[in-house]
């Protein structure tokens, strides 16, 4: 609180009485951050709805760390969720989801923001995207190993050594791609 009143160029007494205590703070912001977010058109189907959602949204919240993981925890309580909520539990009702539309809606979306919340967590901790690939790449095979399985994985941890920003906007992507491939499996077509 004395951080944002000193940007704001006032004291925190005034923040505490005109916005409230700092919860109330971290909802103001995640109600901007989540009124920024897209809600993509009704008319699409089911997973091209999510793949606007999630992709688009990665862009959003990656300008402001720490806001996936209060989602994930805090969406559902944030009033401009209630818009995007609504839309996509009725296009999962509406595709054939039905009762289990909710799970699926929940499922995806916090999947991804996960994500998301791994990579501001790498920030914030000052990790490089890449560290961990660097690390894993070093190490000596086990005594067994399978040299298709080693040798992919290498292959894999230098491209992303070579290149972490793309790498990570490629996982997310993956990911998302695999989380409603996931829910397409048990959804509609069952």
Known sequence: MRQVAEALQTWPNNLYHHVGDRDAVVRGV???VVSQLPIPPAQLDWQDWFRL?????????G??????????RDGPSIPSAVAIIDRGVGIL??????????RV???LLNGA??????????V??????????????AMPPPADADPDGWDAMHRYLTQRIADPRSAQADTYRYTVEILIAGAASRGPSR
């Open 93 to 102: 009702v509406r595709a054939g989801f039905g009762d289990d539309a909710p």
């Open 63 to 72: 300008r402001y760390r720490g806001a996936a993981m209060r989602l994930c």
């Open 30 to 32: 995640l109600e901007r």
């Open 105 to 107: 809606y929940s499922a």
């Open 124 to 137: 914030k901790n000052g990790q490089a995207a890449h560290q961990a690939a660097t690390r894993l790449r």
């Open 53 to 61: 959602l999630l992709l688009d949204g990665r862009d959003v919240l």
């Open 113 to 122: 923001l996960l994500l998301v919340s791994l990579e501001d967590e790498r």
